[in-house]
């Protein structure tokens, strides 16, 4: 797969598949990779960088790697009238589970940096989902998710 990519293409799709059932998830995204290092013993280092989603509609082989049809997903526009209040929000919250998380780990209290950068607010939840390594099921949820604001956050005392 990584000869067919870096010949022709480096992009290809990312699917969420259970490693214990084996079943994939039917939305995906696309990656791209971004910087590439071939390792002695033939593996490959990536940085990748996710894209387009899209919906899976039909496979067309599986060997040596999967190959499927997919239909592109594009992000309803949202009832809620101020996604920019809305992303403020989540980047506050988002701050303050950077600073528990250093907490809890016993790394120092810093102050945290713009975590939006100037982003619109569907690319940054894009971002956020990004940031949830080890939960790969809420990844998935959050990628399903064709509403920007269909999720709000819920304000919580720790």
């Known amino acids: 797969m990584m000869q067919t990519l870096l010949q022709f293409d480096l992009r290809f799709g990312v699917v969420y598949s259970d490693a214990v059932s084996g079943s994939a998830a039917g939305i995906g995204c696309v990656g791209e990779i971004v910087k590439h290092e071939r390792l002695v013993d033939d593996r490959f280092f990536l940085i990748c960088k996710g894209h387009e989603r899209f919906r899976v509609t039909d496979l067309v082989h ?6 499927a049809k ?7 526009p949202s009832g809620e009238e101020n996604l920019d209040e809305l992303a403020n929000e989540v980047e506050v919250l988002m701050k303050e589970v950077i600073r528990l998380s250093n907490r809890l780990n016993g790394k120092p209290d810093k102050e945290s940096q713009d975590l939006r950068k100037n982003q619109f607010p569907t690319p940054f939840s894009f971002f956020i989902g990004s940031t949830f390594e080890g939960a790969p099921m809420e990844q998935q949820a959050l990628l399903e998710l064709e509403d920007t604001a269909a999720i709000k956050p819920k304000t919580t005392s720790f």
């Not at 599986?62 to 190959?67: E, G, H, M």
């Not at 997919?70 to 309803?76: F, Q």
Request: aromatic share 16%; net charge neutral; proline share 8%.
């Open 62 to 67: 599986t060997k040596p790697y999967l190959v």
């Open 70 to 76: 997919v239909t592109w997903l594009e992000d309803r």
